[in-house]
């Protein structure tokens, strides 16, 4: 496992800011020697922190601690932007001496200190977090950071809200229903492999994804119809059926919904993209 410290250009500051665009920016299954606040931007992912995955969404924001193992992943065609903040572990102790929090309180328990914000209070915490980002003097970049990383630990602490961590059962579920074999075949498949009742399953799909079964299901439908459609093989109706969609329309508004045009339209762009590189 791959242990991470501060980059060699914030050691004197001793406060980092990495701006990450997507899932596909961040590191796979690490620690580091800092602390880290990650800050969710917009849109979600799955974080696999200590043995455990959790859903995080537009405005959480998690303390990872320097013991801490953890790494995100996508959930479906859904991605993240988000904000990475180290703090070295000198920094973070003089943030809990200013907020006379207990050390263990921040540093104990298998799952670590975090908070989502609502949309109405994620906006003004965005830019504070930005400005991190571009402060270039030492001192001042340390000071202001201090401020605003006190303020949010402390919200994270005050809160004290119970993880809600993905049970095994429906990760494992998640997993199989990543299978070809299985998405294809649909809800009636993921409901054999759950063993659960479908109204248990929406309520479990719900709460962690946000997503209902069905919508997780056509969403893997129509990432399989991309790969399918860009190889050019087979026609739109074929693509169609051998994804498992029952109807044109129900394919082409799962499609849209995803690709913003219709699976003709992205076949063509596909092919024109294809013939302009040749």
Not at 57 to 84: K, Q
Not at 116 to 128: D, F, I, N, Q, V
Not at 257 to 266: A, G, L, Q, S
């Amino acid at each position: 496992m791959e242990m991470l410290s501060l980059p060699m250009a914030d050691r004197e500051c001793k406060i980092s800011f990495l701006h990450q665009m997507s899932v596909s920016e961040t590191y796979h299954i690490h620690t580091h020697d800092f602390y880290e606040i990650f800050y969710v931007v917009k849109g979600r992912a799955v974080h696999n922190i200590n043995g455990f995955s959790e859903c995080c969404v537009s405005g959480t924001a998690e303390l990872i601690r320097p013991r801490d193992c953890h790494e995100y992943s996508f959930i479906n065609h859904y991605d993240m932007e988000l904000f990475s903040i180290g703090i070295a572990e000198e920094i973070m102790s003089e943030i809990i001496d200013f907020t006379e929090l207990s050390a263990d309180k921040i540093n104990n328990g298998e799952f670590p200190p975090q908070i989502t914000y609502p949309p109405s209070m994620a906006e003004k915490l965005t830019a504070e977090l930005s400005k991190i980002g571009t402060i270039t003097d030492p001192q001042k970049k340390r000071s202001y950071a201090k401020s605003v990383i006190s303020r949010l630990i402390l919200e994270m602490t005050e809160t004290n809200p119970s993880p809600v961590k993905i049970p095994y059962w429906l990760e494992n579920l998640i997993t199989e229903m990543d299978k070809r074999d299985n998405f294809v075949v649909g809800l009636e498949r993921m409901l054999e492999l759950a063993c659960v009742s479908q109204n248990h399953l929406n309520r479990e799909m719900k709460k962690y994804f946000g997503l209902t079964p069905t919508e997780f299901i056509n969403s893997k439908r129509v990432l399989y119809a991309s790969e399918l459609l860009a190889e050019n093989k087979q026609s739109v109706m074929e693509i169609c059926g051998i994804c498992g969609f029952e109807t044109p329309s129900n394919f082409y508004s799962n499609f849209r919904k995803v690709f913003d045009c219709t699976p003709n339209e992205f076949k063509k762009r596909i092919t024109h993209q294809y013939t302009e590189k040749i």
